[in-house]
């Protein structure tokens, strides 16, 4: 086999458990998503090789959504982490252009494509890592490293369904591959079966406890509304991390989580704290970044919020921060630029149907939020919703309709996003928004109240909408 370098051997996906790899309600970003997010979980994960230090000429160029961050925005430097990732990525695929059917090399691309999308966000990462999968299985079907690969890629891509059946069908012919068991895990939280990813959670911690598992157990418990033992399970996930080794972007993703679920509780010092923790670990972590800009906003610091986002959307323009950006523009009066990060939320939606899997649920609430597109907000909530019924998925669909004027249809929507007793600010406002569209002043009260008591700053358009409707109705 002709190629520039003697290929590694074989990094076998599946014999240990990554951090989740799909989406989580955003903090404002993550994860992806933890932005995760979000929104969405994002994760970092950290696999470097040596090679040629440039980016080989067959891949495809950086994320597109990268060139569409806001004129205002800092530039950045190169990772170094990157740096080496590419320096790989040009030994895998240099050794493909000399022999197609070298599934060895292309499983390596696969891998190391997909750990630079856990570092730079880009969507088209993690493209060309589903395409390197697949070559790789196209020459060897039975491989069910590549598998486990290709369903995690299913998962970070949004197509939750698929991840299931596939990782599902990984794990019923080799109970070794538990990174395909924990792919099952994540594929129904996202689908919104709390009890099966709850049974399948506790079947990996049983065969592989560590932080990768007590971190999906936070995650868990949050959506759950076990708050104390969501932050108890988060701050146990950094310290597991540590004393595992875990460095740099995948100890920063521990931390960016830990920051996450302090925020939705409320607990705005030990989100600051958290972040910032991550942000040493890692400083140009973007979710850690968003998280931290969305905490000083919360904090009612809006200078230092917009630092903080401008660098985070250097990095990753994602729908959400995005957004938080052009909010906090308006809020203080800057008007243009406030509309050049909308304007770019809405040329997000037209980059390619990768980007629209992924974004359309940030979309959905982004038009609605600012009272756009109605119409398309409803059918990208709908359409969401037909494939992944979580919480957020019920919540977007209400907030749509209730910009719809569709305001029964609406509550009945919010019963099924409250009904597993997750505890968010968010949910509450819009829940209490719904209420009192429908004239249901006691129970519109009574939702905004606590949504501006569990965090004052959720949101500060949104709250300062909510405060307004409460000073309405009192």
Do not use: C, K
């Amino acid at each position: 086999m002709a190629s520039l370098a003697q290929p590694a051997p074989r990094r076998r996906f599946g014999g240990r458990v990554r951090p989740f790899a799909g989406g989580i309600h955003p903090l404002g970003l993550v994860l992806a998503a933890v932005v995760v997010a979000a929104g969405s979980f994002a994760i970092a994960l950290l696999g470097a090789s040596g090679g040629d230090a440039s980016r080989p000429a067959a891949a495809a160029p950086a994320a597109s959504a990268a060139r569409l961050a806001p004129p205002d925005g800092p530039a950045i430097g190169v990772d170094p982490d990157i740096a080496r990732l590419d320096r790989a990525i040009g030994v895998w695929t240099a050794n493909l252009q000399d022999d197609r059917a070298d599934f060895v090399s292309a499983g390596n691309l696969a891998l190391d494509e997909y750990t630079r999308g856990r570092l730079t966000g880009s969507l088209d990462d993690y493209d060309r890592a589903r395409q390197a999968t697949e070559l790789a299985l196209a020459v060897y079907p039975a491989d069910t490293a590549a598998r486990s690969m290709r369903a995690v890629l299913l998962a970070t891509l949004h197509d939750f369904a698929a991840a299931l059946r596939e990782a599902g069908a990984v794990y019923d012919a080799d109970r070794s591959q538990l990174q395909a068991l924990a792919t099952v895990g994540d594929a129904q939280l996202e689908l919104g079966q709390y009890d099966a990813a709850a049974a399948t959670y506790a079947a990996l911690q049983a065969r592989a406890p560590g932080a990768a598992v007590t971190a999906r157990l936070a995650h868990l418990a949050q959506l759950q509304g076990r708050d104390a033992d969501a932050s108890a399970l988060a701050r146990r996930a950094v310290a597991e991390a540590t004393a595992e080794g875990s460095a740099g972007p995948a100890l920063a993703w521990y931390d960016t989580l830990d920051g996450s679920v302090a925020f939705q509780a409320g607990d705005l010092a030990a989100a600051s704290g958290a972040f910032a923790a991550a942000l040493t670990a890692w400083p140009t972590s973007y979710a850690a970044l968003a998280g931290e800009a969305r905490t000083r906003a919360a904090q009612g610091r809006f200078d230092e919020a917009i630092a903080l986002y401008r660098r985070a959307v250097a990095i990753v323009p994602q729908p959400e921060t995005l957004a938080a950006l052009g909010d906090l523009y308006q809020l203080t009066g800057r008007a243009a630029l406030a509309r050049q990060q909308y304007d770019t939320v809405r040329a997000i939606a037209t980059l390619g149907a990768v980007q629209r899997q992924v974004y359309d649920r940030a979309l959905a609430l982004f038009d609605a939020d600012h009272g756009v597109q109605a119409a398309e907000a409803l059918r990208l909530a709908t359409a969401e919703l037909a494939v992944r019924r979580d919480v957020y998925g019920w919540d977007a669909y209400a907030w749509a309709l209730l910009a719809n004027g569709r305001a029964a249809e609406a509550d009945a929507a919010m019963t099924h996003a409250l009904a597993p007793g997750t505890r968010d600010a968010l949910l509450d406002y819009h829940a209490g928004m719904i209420a009192a569209a429908l004239g249901d002043a006691g129970r519109a009260r009574r939702l905004l109240s606590a949504a501006l008591t569990l965090n004052p700053g959720f949101s500060p358009l949104q709250a300062a909408r909510a405060r307004t409707t409460l000073a309405a109705l009192r």
